[in-house]
């Protein structure tokens, strides 16, 4: 039988059948997988403790296709501990890397970012903070998710023209086609500062509202229209 041992995080969990769950999984050695674990449910099983999310684990699976089977499961280190409003960070972010990628490719780099989203949000949760503290995580991993995808603009070229972004100018995101010169006005306009703040990781509270107006134009390829539950579950308690 085929075997394969990886180490992660649990995305999301979900009832299968009467007492097994289906959990899918962000790995170090393959992204996103996931697995039956048979009678994850049942009152005697000791592994829902460890089926959570901020809880990195060492696991097997076995069988073929696309839904293997869990086998052994163990914890690799002590659970991260967060706050309200850092919980909701992670179910956002776990969110849309459950649907944004696509199954068993390997993301090293977004994995390691994963990692230091968790630690800095763990970080918070321990401090008195405000939103603007914790955003620029946020924003920082969609970038690293968005780049990873192939789906990150370039943030010092002017796509049309073919020339530098300039700080007195402003700029609409195009996806597929990168930030192009518009009129100031519109609506949906970015001032060249604050791109520039941004591709220097300058976070201000212009270049992070800048930064989220960004991510989102990018990630609506990926994601589609179907609303981001985490989002409306907690948009009184924390913006993503």
Same mark, same amino acid.
């Given at each position: 039988? $085929?075997?394969?041992?990886?180490? #992660?995080?649990?995305?999301?969990?979900?009832?299968?059948? !009467?007492?097994?769950?289906?959990?899918?999984?962000?790995?170090?050695? $393959?992204?996103?997988?996931?697995?039956? +674990?048979? #009678?994850?449910? #049942?009152? %005697?099983?000791?592994r829902?403790?460890?089926?959570?999310?901020l809880?990195?684990?060492?696991?097997?699976?076995?069988?073929?296709?696309?839904?293997?089977?869990?086998?052994?499961?163990?914890?690799?280190?002590?659970?991260?501990?967060?706050?309200?409003?850092?919980?909701?960070?992670?179910?956002?972010?776990?969110?849309?890397?459950n649907?944004?990628?696509? !199954?068993? /490719?390997?993301?090293?780099?977004?994995?390691?970012?994963?990692?230091?989203?968790?630690?800095?949000?763990?970080?918070?949760?321990?401090?008195?903070?405000?939103?603007?503290?914790?955003?620029?995580?946020?924003?920082?991993? /969609?970038?690293?998710?968005?780049?990873?995808?192939?789906?990150?603009?370039?943030?010092?070229?002017?796509?049309?023209?073919?020339? /530098?972004?300039?700080?007195?100018?402003?700029?609409?995101?195009?996806?597929?086609? #990168?930030?192009?010169a518009?009129?100031?006005?519109?609506?949906?306009?970015? %001032?060249?500062?604050?791109?520039? +703040?941004?591709? $220097?990781?300058?976070?201000?509270a212009?270049?992070?509202?800048? +930064?989220?107006?960004?991510?989102?134009?990018?990630?609506?390829?990926?994601?589609?229209?179907?609303?981001?539950?985490?989002? /409306?579950?907690?948009?009184?308690?924390?913006?993503?």
């Amino acid at each position: 039988m $085929n075997k394969d041992i990886y180490d #992660g995080y649990v995305l999301h969990r979900r009832p299968y059948r !009467e007492t097994s769950l289906i959990v899918d999984f962000f790995t170090l050695q $393959n992204g996103r997988v996931s697995a039956v +674990a048979k #009678g994850a449910r #049942g009152p %005697k099983s000791d592994r829902k403790s460890l089926l959570q999310p901020l809880q990195a684990i060492n696991f097997e699976l076995s069988g073929r296709g696309t839904l293997r089977n869990l086998g052994r499961i163990e914890s690799t280190s002590k659970s991260f501990v967060l706050s309200q409003q850092s919980l909701f960070c992670v179910f956002y972010l776990n969110e849309i890397l459950n649907r944004a990628l696509p !199954e068993s /490719e390997v993301f090293t780099r977004l994995f390691k970012q994963y990692e230091l989203a968790l630690s800095s949000l763990q970080h918070f949760s321990k401090t008195p903070c405000e939103l603007a503290d914790i955003e620029p995580i946020l924003r920082s991993f /969609e970038f690293v998710l968005l780049e990873e995808l192939g789906y990150l603009p370039d943030f010092t070229y002017d796509s049309q023209s073919e020339s /530098e972004i300039m700080s007195d100018k402003s700029y609409s995101l195009m996806n597929e086609i #990168g930030f192009v010169a518009c009129d100031p006005h519109q609506s949906f306009a970015i %001032k060249g500062q604050d791109i520039l +703040a941004i591709a $220097n990781d300058d976070w201000q509270a212009d270049s992070l509202r800048a +930064a989220k107006k960004i991510s989102r134009i990018a990630l609506r390829p990926i994601l589609g229209d179907k609303p981001i539950k985490s989002r /409306e579950l907690f948009s009184s308690k924390v913006t993503t």
